[in-house]
């Protein structure tokens, strides 16, 4: 069973940062893809940043390139978003997500494991 555990998040000034963390169990995942969203209140939940997790390979949202950087380290089998130069319009809860299609689309719907989310607030 699959489970995905967030941490990182709190309360941080406008241009501060943040690392999100999340650590994964429950089976192998060379061949998954993990991703980061974001829901603010009243909002649908939207794509941030996403990693395959055999390659590397990372795709970002508009507003999250320059700003975010996902990684992750294989070893601990955790992901991370690096988050810098934040704006009040980042406050969210941001959830972990992993999808066993490593080359789909940034979209929710690809994505079948999901974490609780952890809380992001950035004050102005």
């Known amino acids: 069973q699959v489970q995905l555990v967030e941490s990182g998040g709190g309360l941080v000034e406008a241009g501060g940062s943040l690392r999100l963390s999340c650590v994964a169990s429950g089976r192998t995942f060379n061949n998954y893809r993990m991703g980061w969203f974001r829901q603010a209140p009243g909002k649908e939940r939207e794509f941030v940043a996403a990693?395959?997790?055999?390659?590397?390979?990372?795709s970002y949202s508009e507003y999250a390139k320059g700003r975010f950087t996902i990684s992750r380290d294989s070893a601990k089998n955790t992901v991370y978003l690096q988050m810098n130069s934040l704006k009040p319009e980042d406050t969210a809860v941001y959830y972990c997500?992993?999808?066993?299609?490593?080359?789909?689309?940034?979209?929710?719907?690809?994505?079948?494991?999901w974490g609780q989310g952890t809380q992001v607030t950035v004050s102005s």
């Open positions: 990693i395959t997790w055999n390659r590397g390979r990372t």
């Open positions: 997500a992993a999808s066993t299609n490593p080359y789909g689309p940034a979209v929710r719907s690809d994505f079948g494991y």
